[in-house]
């Protein structure tokens, strides 16, 4: 159930709020994805691959995976980890079958068979990347269209989906002594919005890198909050 619900005696629970995603919440996941991230390549290796690797993201305890939720409907859904490439390692170690099945799925697509080797090889091969030194991530955030900046529930309701996802992320983050966060973003032409709304969020431009052989834009967030200095690095410069 949504987090910001309260106990019965406090009144009848609010109907909107953040709480983690669990196995039952995949087919809305997915639907979401669909709408909102078409072009990732869990979606281009087909309904069956992403179910399984949403499966097998849920599984790995590093990684976390929120939804906001507005009674029983998804509005969006963010991904995030301390630290990335071994919360994937172990995934990808944990699901071994999953994604292999990757693998085999891309070999009639010599494009995307180059992507899935070039992860394999810097996940699991531990070859460098740019922006590894910041170890904690935000994989994904994506919100349905009707709850985004210009649509109906932030205007009628005030329901400010992206920014529950993002703070509760940031919470989880600082509690773990993460001192920077870093996104990956398509460039600016081919995405404003995206990078419009990281901006907006506070995560400054490293400058554009290429990963696992796409172009994307690198955004570097400081998670230090003053009023409680961080101790541990679960993250560098
Ligand atoms: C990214 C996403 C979660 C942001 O949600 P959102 O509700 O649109 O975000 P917001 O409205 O709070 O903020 C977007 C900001 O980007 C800016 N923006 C929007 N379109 C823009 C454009 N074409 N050019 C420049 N800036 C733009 C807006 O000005 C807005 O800031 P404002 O509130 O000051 O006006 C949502 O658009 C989404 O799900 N997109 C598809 C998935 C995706 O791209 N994920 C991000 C991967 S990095």
Same mark, same amino acid.
């Given at each position: 159930?949504?987090?910001?619900?309260?106990? *019965?005696?406090?009144?009848?629970?609010?109907?909107?709020?953040?709480?983690?995603?669990?196995?039952?919440?995949?087919?809305?996941?997915?639907?979401?994805?669909?709408?909102?991230?078409?072009?990732?390549?869990?979606?281009?290796?087909?309904?069956?691959?992403?179910?399984?690797?949403?499966?097998? %993201? =849920?599984?790995?305890?590093?990684?976390?995976?929120?939804?906001?939720?507005?009674?029983?409907? =998804?509005?969006?859904?963010?991904?995030?980890?301390?630290?990335?490439?071994?919360?994937?390692? #172990? /995934?990808?170690?944990?699901?071994?079958?999953?994604?292999? #099945? *990757?693998?085999?799925?891309?070999?009639?697509?010599?494009?995307?068979?180059?992507?899935?080797?070039?992860? /394999?090889?810097?996940?699991?091969?531990?070859?460098?990347?740019?922006?590894? *030194?910041?170890?904690?991530? %935000? %994989?994904?955030?994506?919100?349905? &269209? &009707? /709850?985004?900046?210009?649509?109906? %529930?932030?205007?009628?309701?005030?329901?400010?989906?992206?920014?529950?996802?993002?703070?509760?992320?940031?919470?989880?983050?600082?509690?773990?002594?993460?001192?920077? /966060?870093?996104?990956?973003?398509?460039?600016?032409?081919?995405?404003?919005?995206?990078?419009?709304?990281?901006?907006?969020?506070?995560?400054?431009?490293?400058? &554009?890198?290429?990963?696992?052989?796409?172009?994307?834009?690198?955004?570097?967030?400081?998670?230090?909050?003053?009023?409680?200095?961080?101790?541990?690095?679960?993250?560098?410069?």
């Amino acid at each position: 159930m949504p987090e910001e619900r309260t106990p *019965a005696e406090h009144g009848p629970p609010p109907a909107h709020g953040v709480r983690a995603l669990g196995v039952a919440d995949i087919p809305a996941l997915l639907a979401l994805a669909r709408e909102a991230i078409p072009d990732t390549m869990a979606a281009r290796l087909g309904p069956r691959f992403a179910e399984r690797y949403h499966r097998a %993201l =849920l599984d790995e305890p590093d990684l976390h995976l929120d939804g906001y939720f507005d009674g029983e409907e =998804l509005l969006g859904f963010i991904v995030y980890t301390h630290d990335v490439r071994e919360a994937l390692r #172990s /995934a990808f170690r944990r699901h071994a079958l999953t994604f292999a #099945s *990757a693998l085999l799925l891309s070999l009639l697509h010599p494009a995307r068979l180059a992507f899935v080797l070039r992860i /394999a090889g810097s996940i699991l091969g531990r070859l460098p990347e740019p922006g590894m *030194a910041v170890r904690a991530e %935000l %994989l994904t955030i994506a919100v349905r &269209q &009707q /709850a985004r900046g210009a649509g109906m %529930l932030r205007r009628a309701r005030g329901i400010n989906v992206p920014r529950a996802l993002i703070e509760r992320a940031f919470t989880y983050l600082r509690a773990r002594g993460v001192a920077e /966060a870093k996104v990956f973003c398509k460039p600016d032409a081919v995405d404003p919005a995206a990078n419009g709304f990281v901006r907006k969020e506070g995560f400054e431009l490293r400058g &554009q890198v290429v990963r696992w052989g796409i172009v994307t834009n690198l955004y570097v967030k400081s998670l230090a909050d003053p009023a409680t200095p961080i101790t541990t690095g679960g993250a560098t410069a």
